[in-house]
């Protein structure tokens, strides 16, 4: 292989694999913040399930507060809930792309790098 061709096919995958390495940690901080949102989510409905019927539930508008209902409130949480289990589903699919993306292009370049030497 002419050295400029193989110079090139080197840039080409070590860039692939830096691309994937940093997109993996923007997932993996994304995947702990979902965690971290669903936990709090968890808690919040299990503080207001355990609450009396007719207590008075306030939530957070912009500056002000508004009454809700409870079983709205419990309906907003399953519904925020059910959301944040997709995104982490999506995240987890594209956390092993990456991770697979990385794997080739680190295997690629090393045996292009054999090849050469």
Do not use: H, W
Not at 8 to 37: G, N, Y
Not at 40 to 63: F, H, W
Not at 67 to 89: F, H, N, W, Y
Request: hydrophobic residues 30%; glycine residues 4%; contains cysteine.
């Amino acid at each position: 292989m002419p050295n400029e061709a193989l110079q090139k096919v080197l840039q080409e995958i070590s860039q692939k694999k830096a691309f994937a390495e940093q997109q993996l940690v923007v997932v993996r901080q994304q995947k702990a913040a979902r965690t971290r949102e669903s936990r709090m989510l968890q808690l919040t409905a299990s503080e207001v399930t355990s609450l009396p019927t007719d207590t008075k539930v306030y939530e957070g508008v912009g500056k002000m507060f508004v009454c809700t209902p409870i079983p709205d409130v419990q309906k907003r949480l399953k519904e925020e809930g059910e959301a944040l289990t997709k995104e982490m589903s999506n995240l987890d699919k594209k956390e092993d792309y990456l991770e697979k993306t990385y794997t080739n292009s680190k295997n690629s370049l090393e045996q292009v790098l054999q090849r050469a030497g």
